[in-house]
């Protein structure tokens, strides 16, 4: 009788569930629901083949598909860039940039770089996967790397760099027939 594992949930424990204050049973199904959409994001990528880009001379860039869960449902943050920047100034992106010396590959590029636009930390990003390489008309091969970022978020935005932060439902940039640029 002594070897018997504790069961779980114990005896009562949904009776229990029900009389928590709301605030914690809002957190802990908000934790399970965002668990459940990053597992999925990371299984679909871990599903394909990711395909890298060798380019001689191309500069190497990343950029942070930056993922939450809110309401219910799957978002992603763009950054509308500030207009008087040399390279796609005023356009719609992901944070990112071009890789440093001391970056030791796309992972930490892609963190540092959203450190850099909108303060978040890279111990608050979980790694979900990678996307294929783009090449850019710029001459620049940027390798997406997809995180998980907490919600609610503190953002703290380089108004350097950043014009707006601009948060999208992942089912609008996922629908080619919503995507106009």
């Known amino acids: 009788m002594g070897d018997m594992p504790p069961r779980w949930p114990p005896p009562g424990f949904w009776r229990r569930w029900r009389t928590w204050p709301l605030p914690w049973r809002e957190r802990i199904a908000a934790s399970v629901e965002r668990a459940v959409w990053f597992e999925e994001v990371a299984r679909k990528l871990e599903a394909q ?12 860039a990343a950029v942070l598909v930056p993922l939450y869960v809110a309401g219910g449902e799957l978002w992603v943050l763009l950054t509308r860039r500030a207009d008087h920047l040399f390279h796609h100034p005023g356009q719609y992106a992901f944070p990112g940039g071009a890789k440093d010396e ?42 997406p790397v997809v995180g998980a970022i907490p919600y609610p978020h503190e953002l703290k935005p380089d108004p350097r760099e950043v014009a707006a932060v601009v948060p999208v439902p992942f089912s609008v940039i996922a629908n080619p027939l919503l995507v106009e640029e």
């Open 49 to 60: 083949p990711v395909r890298r880009l060798q380019v001689p001379e191309a500069t190497a």
């Open 102 to 143: 001391e970056d030791p590959d796309e992972v930490a590029t892609a963190l540092r770089e959203a450190r850099e636009e909108l303060g978040i930390p890279e111990e608050q990003v979980m790694i979900l996967g990678h996307l294929d390489d783009l090449f850019t008309v710029t001459g620049f091969v940027i390798s």
